[in-house]
C-alpha cells in the first residue's frame, strides 16, 4: 500500500477485555513503532521494532501491554484486561532505519480505542 | 528528565498572517528535531528535520529554526492558509527515541 494502514478505526470495548490493535507498515520500512496519544496530551513512545532485533519495550506503560511483530511486516498491539485509563488513540509508524535516527516517520491514521 | 515544551498550547490567526509556533526541550542526548503537522483524526506529518549543525531550515511556507546552546526551536508560518489549520508537534530525537510535545494547536480564520 502507499502508507501506514491501522485496523480498526475505532474499537469499542468493555472495561476488563482484551483488544488487538493491527498496523501494516509500509513495505520496506524496517522500522517500526507505537505511540499513545491521550485527549490534548502528546504522543507517548510505546515500543519500537527495528528489523529482527529484539524490541525496545521501555515505553510500555505495564505488563498488560504487549506487541508483537513478524519480520518486517505486520504489528499487533495487544491490551489485556484493559482499564477506562487504557482509552486513547494509538498511532503506529514505520521507517526506514538510518543511523543516527535521522528517519521520517511515516504515521498510520491511528485507532481510537475507548474502554466503557 | 527528557522533556519537550511547546508554546503557545493554542493560537488563532487570520488568514494571510503569520506567526511563530516555539519548542523548549531538554532532550540530550540529541540526534535531531523534527517539526510535524497533525491534522485532526491523521497521524502526524513530518515538516522539516534539523540536525545539531543546522540553525534554519525552511519547506514552502514553513521555517524551522534550531539553536542548540539555549535547546530552542521555532516554526514560522508565512502567509497562513486555511488549510494550515492542525496541531503542530515538535519532536525531539535520542537516536530512534522520541520525545513528543503536547503540540501547539492552531486555528486559521477567514
Known amino acids: 500500500g502507499a502508507g501506514v494502514s491501522q485496523s480498526p478505526s475505532n474499537k469499542v470495548t468493555e472495561k476488563g477485555k482484551d483488544v488487538e490493535l493491527r498496523c501494516d507498515p509500509i513495505s520496506g520500512h524496517t522500522a517500526l513503532y507505537w505511540y499513545r496519544q491521550r485527549l490534548g496530551q502528546g504522543l507517548e513512545f510505546l515500543i519500537y521494532f527495528q528489523g529482527n532485533s529484539a524490541p525496545d519495550k521501555s515505553g510500555l506503560p505495564s505488563d498488560r501491554f504487549s506487541a508483537e511483530r513478524t519480520g518486517e511486516s505486520v504489528s499487533t498491539l495487544t491490551i489485556q484486561r484493559t482499564q477506562q485509563e487504557d482509552s486513547a488513540v494509538y498511532l503506529c509508524a514505520s521507517s526506514k532505519r538510518i543511523a543516527g535516527g535521522n528517519n521520517e516517520q511515516f504515521f498510520g491514521p491511528g485507532t481510537r480505542l475507548t474502554v466503557l | 528528565k527528557n522533556q519537550v515544551e511547546q508554546s503557545p498550547q493554542s493560537l488563532i490567526i487570520l488568514e494571510g498572517k503569520n506567526c511563530t509556533l516555539q519548542?523548549?526541550?531538554?532532550?540530550?542526548?540529541?540526534?535531531?528535531l523534527r517539526w510535524y503537522k497533525q491534522d485532526t483524526g491523521r497521524g502526524p506529518v513530518s515538516l522539516t528535520i534539523m540536525t545539531f549543525s543546522e540553525n534554519t531550515k525552511s519547506n514552502g511556507r514553513y521555517t524551522a529554526t534550531l539553536d542548540a546552546d539555549t535547546k530552542q526551536s521555532s516554526l514560522h508560518i508565512t502567509a497562513s492558509q486555511l488549510s494550515d489549520s492542525a496541531s503542530y508537534i515538535c519532536v525531539v530525537h535520542r537516536d530512534y527515541i522520541p520525545t513528543f510535545g503536547r503540540g501547539t494547536s492552531l486555528i486559521v480564520h477567514p
Open positions: 519548542c523548549n526541550y531538554t532532550v540530550s542526548p540529541f540526534s535531531n
